[in-house]
T-cell receptor, first 114, second 112 residues
């Protein structure tokens, strides 16, 4: 299994809602990542987890809360988002967070905040 | 901080033609990755280059990393409509353990 899965595929939420994005991989990877991608722009790193511990937080607002409950699963909890947070959210994984390994990306969750 | 500059930003080629996309880094590259993305979808890994002078090929796509490890090129031979998409170069920023940064992307269209 060489796949990173993300659910849901699409999500529409109001600014007062609480929702979660889910990412899963069964490749035995120990590094997992969240990226945000706006239209016509490249992905921007949000968070890096290494061995289930948060290793990089790119100064992301606290309304985004990541969680890595086990080595296969990565969540992104969303609360009180703003319309400008609408974007494609991509999850990725790699064997470790070493630059010697490429990152495998999931298909993304298209988030719309109304 | 490290920056990646891609050129051209967009490219329209006739099917069967060759093309090259360039990626230039402001700092020495520890690892250079090429990805392809269809609009609104995830990134598909193409190739990774790490050593100066390294060259890798897969099907009709060849990627090279220059000796100084600051510039990479992606060459597609005999382009096909299936090659259309956005090509992104990525690099581990300052060797910071997974902090991947990307160039702005090159949008490729292939006319049948």
């Amino acid at each position: 299994d060489t796949e990173v899965t993300q659910t849901p595929k699409h999500l529409v939420m109001g600014m007062t809602n609480k929702k979660s994005l889910k990412c899963e991989q069964h490749m035995g990877h120990r590094a997992m990542y969240w990226y945000k991608q706006k239209a016509k722009k490249p992905p921007e790193l949000m968070f890096v987890y290494s061995y289930e511990k948060l290793s990089i937080n790119e100064s992301v607002p606290s309304r985004f809360s990541p969680e890595c409950p086990n080595s296969s699963l990565l969540n992104l909890h969303l609360h009180a988002l703003q319309p400008e947070d609408s974007a494609l959210y991509l999850c990725a994984s790699s064997p470790t967070n070493s630059p010697a390994y490429e990152q495998y990306f999931g298909p993304g969750t298209r988030l719309t905040v109304t | 901080s490290q920056e990646l500059e891609q050129s051209p930003q967009s490219l329209i080629v006739q099917e069967g033609k060759n093309l090259t996309i360039n990626c230039t880094s402001s700092k020495t590259l520890y690892g250079l990755y090429w990805y392809k993305q269809k609009y609104g979808e995830g990134l598909i890994f193409l190739m990774m280059l790490q050593k100066g002078g390294e060259e890798k090929s897969h099907e009709k796509i060849t990627a090279k990393l220059d000796e100084k490890k600051q510039q990479s090129s992606l060459h597609i031979t005999a382009s096909q409509p299936s090659h259309a998409g956005i090509y992104l170069c990525g690099a581990d920023s300052d060797n910071q353990g997974g902090k991947l940064i990307f160039g702005q992307g090159t949008e490729l269209s292939v006319k049948p």
